[in-house]
């Protein structure tokens, strides 16, 4: 199996989890960051001696910012002469090990101090107004969470159902508390980055849904509603909310997941609409770029690929991704170019390969309702597991209703070894295809696309489900999927 989720971190300025600054040693005190810089005194008890980092959030990932060298007295100083993106701040040891409950606010003014002690929870800042309200709200939280995590864990112990209700009207309450905090935070300081911040996270409250025509309560509305008013209040052209703990994992994910239909369509027309709501932020649009090329270039449900071509077409290929590499550029034009080939519902590339004695068999001359393509090698262990279950299949249920196999050895200097499985393991009734040095060396030479990237055959074994126009209906499924597929069209009119 091959993996893609390095794409993320490849759009965000191939920042990744371990990247770090080059060790620099404080510099003096005295330095100041009124020429736009900024000089943050730090304090982390009882360290000492050693290298200390400040670090933030990145989406997914959490990245060094800066380090400096902790003196004998526990005391350092993180400074530079541009000032440091805004976001949400952790302290880190030297052992690149977070410190417990470090988070601070990094606002437009640079110019604080920070107190921490190793064997204690939390940081204290001194001469920053963004940070004293996020002390308030972190203070609160602090209460508050263990009181919540001790009532989920009593709903699940509940041995009634009068015990669930009062647990479940006491968590009602708690949460009420929380968010009335919020709230009151957000009326309080407007303008701060707290109220942005918990602003963004929130979820559209739906108002009561209206009546159909027959009566009933529309059941559908508070759904559609969340999903049309989801980004009303997340400026994502600010790149602040980048650098925080939960903008992935509670924001976008969540909308990922439950308010965007599966269809490649669908989703390509709600990342398109993220994306360009972040085109004013640079690193926000890097991100989301990136995070949807992760979740799209090899995707859980077949055919959102498409939504990766989509991005290709609409903003790699037009020379938007000027941050990338030659060879990260590279990597995405080839993925792309493969993924154009075998879209679904798209016509199968044709394949002249020969069989096993050396004869023409060219797949376009197999008639039948489906054809089930095969890409493998007998050398693969996957592919040793994956054939025997598919002939066992093809013998069940395929063969009677017609199904042709086309299967193709990757490996042609692996022929013997293929011939002997077949034979062994008596694939009868399959079209057992390879192509040879001379057709490979002809495709070379005429500049035609070759099998393997036609039908993105990067891992084995690649399998692919043809209608009887030889048109793709499914491809990377699990055996039971394909055949459910055919079930599945065998019934449309």
Not at 223 to 246: E, G, S
Not at 399 to 413: F, L, P, Q, W
Request: charged share 25%.
């Amino acid at each position: 199996m091959r993996g893609f989720l390095i794409i993320t971190a490849l759009c965000a300025a191939s920042l990744t989890v371990s990247a770090q600054p080059k060790p620099k040693k404080a510099a003096p005190a005295a330095t100041s960051a009124s020429d736009g810089g900024y000089h943050i005194p730090v304090t982390i008890t009882p360290l000492k001696n050693c290298w200390v980092y400040i670090g933030c959030y990145y989406g997914k990932f959490r990245n060094l910012s800066d380090s400096a060298w902790l003196d004998e007295n526990s005391k350092t100083v993180f400074e530079g002469k541009t000032k440091l993106p805004g976001g949400v701040y952790f302290l880190v040891n030297s052992q690149h090990v977070i410190l417990q409950e470090s988070d601070f606010l990094m606002d437009d003014k640079q110019q604080f101090s920070v107190s921490a002690d190793t064997l204690k929870s939390g940081v204290t800042i001194t001469g920053s107004e963004e940070n004293d309200i996020y002390q308030q709200y972190t203070n609160f939280l602090a209460e508050k969470t263990p009181v919540l995590t001790g009532l989920q864990a009593e709903l699940k112990q509940a041995k009634s159902k009068a015990d669930s209700t009062r647990i479940q009207e006491q968590l009602v309450a708690n949460n009420k508390e929380l968010n009335d905090f919020r709230e009151s935070l957000i009326t309080r300081y407007p303008k701060s980055m707290l109220a942005l911040f918990l602003n963004a996270i929130k979820t559209p409250e739906p108002p009561p849904a209206p009546k159909l025509a027959n009566g009933r309560t529309d059941s559908l509305f508070p759904a559609y509603y969340i999903k049309n008013h989801y980004w009303d209040n997340v400026p994502l052209h600010d790149d602040r909310l980048l650098r925080t703990p939960f903008f992935d994992g509670l924001k976008l994910e969540p909308y990922l997941k439950y308010y965007v239909r599966p269809e490649a369509d669908s989703v390509i027309e709600d990342v398109n609409y993220i994306l360009l709501l972040s085109r004013g932020g640079k690193d926000m649009f890097k991100y989301l770029l990136g995070r949807f090329t992760d979740k799209y270039i090899n995707p859980e449900i077949m055919g959102q690929d498409k939504v990766f071509i989509f991005l290709f077409n609409n903003y790699y290929s037009k020379g938007d991704t000027s941050w990338l590499s030659a060879k990260q550029k590279e990597f995405i034009f080839n993925r792309a170019y493969s993924l154009m080939a075998n879209q679904i519902g798209e016509q199968a590339a044709a394949l002249d390969l020969v069989d096993t004695s050396g004869k023409a068999m060219p797949m376009y001359a197999l008639k039948a309702p489906f054809t089930f393509l095969i890409f493998w090698d007998p050398n693969c262990g996957h592919c040793k597991e994956t054939v025997p279950r598919i002939d066992s299949i093809y013998r069940a249920k395929w063969k009677a209703k017609g199904v042709k196999i086309y299967a193709v050895n990757i490996d042609e200097k692996a022929n013997d070894a293929w011939k002997k499985y077949v034979k062994d393991n008596h694939l009868n009734g399959w079209y057992h295809t390879y192509q040879t040095k001379a057709q490979r060396d002809a495709d070379v030479a005429a500049g035609r696309a070759n099998y393997r990237q036609l039908y993105d055959v990067f891992q084995t074994p690649t399998m692919y489900l043809l209608d009887d126009q030889k048109r793709i209906i499914g491809k990377k499924l699990t055996i039971e999927q394909f055949d459910e597929v055919m079930s599945a069209k065998k019934k449309q009119p």
